[in-house]
């Protein structure tokens, strides 16, 4: 065996020994190239580290997405302003820098159904992702019926620790379905302990003064809301339902096909 064969040979188990894969796969190639472009062994060692740092960030972005459990991934690119043109287009860009989750800010959506709330939340949350912040999205009659099944088998405890984590947790669809006196303690709990600790975003279809409906209390309506609304941006999202105006034209098209072949 050469000297050379024996070297990469050693070089490729070290590295595999020290699980820097990237460096272990890439060893031979950047070798070549770095030999072919009168490299020298700091810049070849400086290529190779570069890789196996990207590779492991494209990793953990990966990782940190499928924790999230966003239910659909969207980006921002994919929001339609122009049918939405009561959100606040340049608050929105500001808000994707992810420096809301930094000072620990909160975010409300709120705002008719259908109009690209839920979208614009995940579309935050993916971009928060992306930038190495822990985030996790609920649905918040999931997380109500999580948070009760968890404190019927006592590891309640280790829920709101793993809740607790969090850089960002996103409280999807509040509104939507009144919440039990136990559901709506254990709900004011998650949102109370993630005060000036973990960002918030909600997303909701109800007006502040309506959220009684889903928590069923003044007193802790009241509080919640003192919470969330202290250091918070609030998105306004009032323009036509974008599933209404789907339908619509769906059923357009139909009665135009019909009208056609009559």
Same mark, same amino acid.
């Given at each position: 065996?050469?000297?050379?064969?024996?070297?990469?040979?050693?070089?490729?188990?070290?590295?595999?020994?020290?699980?820097?894969?990237?460096?272990?796969?890439?060893?031979?190639?950047?070798?070549?190239?770095?030999?072919?472009?009168?490299?020298?062994?700091?810049?070849?060692?400086?290529?190779?580290?570069?890789?196996?740092?990207?590779?492991?960030?494209?990793?953990?972005?990966?990782?940190?997405?499928?924790?999230?459990?966003?239910?659909?991934?969207?980006?921002?690119?994919?929001?339609?302003?122009?049918?939405?043109?009561?959100?606040?287009?340049?608050?929105?860009?500001?808000?994707?820098?992810?420096?809301?989750?930094?000072?620990?800010?909160?975010?409300?959506?709120?705002?008719?159904?259908?109009?690209?709330?839920?979208?614009?939340?995940?579309?935050?949350?993916?971009?928060?992702?992306?930038?190495?912040?822990?985030?996790?999205?609920?649905?918040?009659?999931?997380?109500? @019926?999580? =948070?009760?099944?968890? *404190?019927?088998?006592? %590891? +309640?405890?280790?829920?709101?620790?793993?809740? /607790?984590? #969090? !850089?960002?947790?996103?409280?999807?669809?509040?509104?939507?379905?009144?919440?039990?006196?136990?559901?709506?303690?254990?709900?004011?709990?998650?949102?109370?302990?993630?005060?000036?600790?973990?960002?918030?975003?909600?997303? @909701?279809? =109800?007006?502040?003064? *309506?959220?009684?409906? %889903? +928590?069923?209390?003044?007193?802790?309506?009241? /509080?919640? #809301? !003192?919470?969330?609304?202290?250091?918070?941006?609030?998105?306004?999202?009032?323009?036509?339902?974008?599933?209404?105006?789907?339908?619509?034209?769906?059923?357009?098209?139909?009665?135009?096909?019909?009208?056609?072949?009559?």
């Amino acid at each position: 065996m050469s000297t050379a064969t024996k070297s990469t040979v050693l070089l490729k188990h070290h590295l595999k020994a020290l699980r820097l894969p990237t460096m272990q796969s890439e060893s031979e190639r950047i070798a070549t190239r770095c030999a072919a472009e009168n490299v020298d062994h700091l810049g070849y060692l400086l290529q190779l580290t570069e890789l196996e740092l990207l590779e492991r960030e494209r990793k953990a972005a990966e990782r940190r997405l499928k924790a999230a459990r966003f239910p659909a991934l969207k980006t921002l690119d994919g929001f339609d302003f122009t049918a939405q043109p009561s959100v606040n287009k340049v608050l929105v860009a500001e808000l994707m820098r992810c420096a809301y989750v930094e000072q620990r800010e909160n975010i409300i959506l709120a705002g008719n159904p259908g109009t690209g709330k839920s979208h614009l939340a995940t579309a935050l949350g993916v971009e928060a992702c992306a930038r190495g912040k822990k985030v996790r999205f609920w649905r918040v009659t999931e997380l109500v @019926t999580a =948070l009760m099944e968890a *404190r019927e088998e006592r %590891v +309640l405890a280790r829920m709101k620790s793993h809740l /607790a984590k #969090l !850089d960002l947790l996103i409280l999807d669809e509040l509104g939507y379905v009144p919440a039990s006196q136990l559901g709506a303690e254990l709900l004011f709990d998650v949102i109370s302990t993630a005060y000036e600790r973990t960002s918030v975003i909600v997303t @909701t279809n =109800l007006a502040f003064e *309506r959220w009684v409906e %889903v +928590l069923g209390s003044e007193r802790l309506t009241g /509080a919640a #809301l !003192d919470r969330l609304t202290h250091r918070c941006h609030i998105l306004e999202c009032n323009g036509e339902s974008y599933r209404l105006k789907d339908a619509q034209r769906r059923r357009r098209g139909a009665t135009t096909t019909s009208s056609d072949q009559d």
